[in-house]
């Protein structure tokens, strides 16, 4: 009897095919965009995630993220058709190594918990005009620029830079740690 264990250590694309579901079922990340090759564990945080114009050939789908946690490098919903949802409850969590790109033709219904967890420079975030649950930035070194206004629950800057972009920026709350390398711009 042997073992087999996979280290995903290198990125790899994820792309989200088949319409509305839960995040965790694997039949829905495809090797690429429209593809029948299916990825044979989750996304991971070196991972980047797709849902574009091969995602949702039906109207009001939702991406259900289903799970306590799940991974992603960067997340991006360019070229999604059909007004699909992102969804989900607390106290899911979904953990971003990289940057997110949300569009206007889509919904966020997610009200768990995002955090940005670079810890390289040059990650952007786009929401055009989406409101987001609580965010934390919590990457040594990390840096993340907004490309449009932020609205959400709340903003925890733990460590790492979050530059404005003289972008307007809502939230009910703000908060920050002691004693840990942060920047707001």
């Known amino acids: 009897v042997g073992l087999f264990f996979s280290n995903n250590s290198t990125a790899l694309n994820y792309y989200w095919i088949g319409n509305g579901g839960n995040w965790s079922s694997l039949s829905h990340w495809a090797t690429t965009s429209g593809g029948t090759t299916l990825h044979i564990q989750l996304p ?28 992603a490098h960067h997340i991006n919903w360019t070229g999604v058709l ?43 975030i786009a929401t055009t005009g989406k409101d987001l649950p609580d965010i934390t930035f919590n990457g040594s070194g990390g840096e993340w620029t907004l490309q449009d206004a932020l609205s959400c629950t709340g903003i925890s800057l733990y ?27």
């Open 44 to 71: 991971t945080a070196n991972d980047d995630v797709f849902f574009d114009v091969n995602s949702f050939s039906l109207t009001g789908q939702t991406v259900t993220v289903n799970q306590s946690s799940v991974f």
């Open 82 to 124: 059909n007004n699909p949802t992102w969804g989900g409850n607390s106290p899911n969590v979904v953990k971003i190594y990289g940057s997110l790109t949300l569009i206007s033709g889509m919904s966020m219904d997610f009200s768990g918990h995002i955090q940005f967890l670079s810890t390289a420079t040059g990650q952007t």
């Open 159 to 185: 460590s790492g830079t979050l530059n404005t972009n003289d972008k307007m920026v809502t939230a009910i709350g703000f908060g920050t740690a002691t004693n840990s390398s942060k920047t707001l711009n």
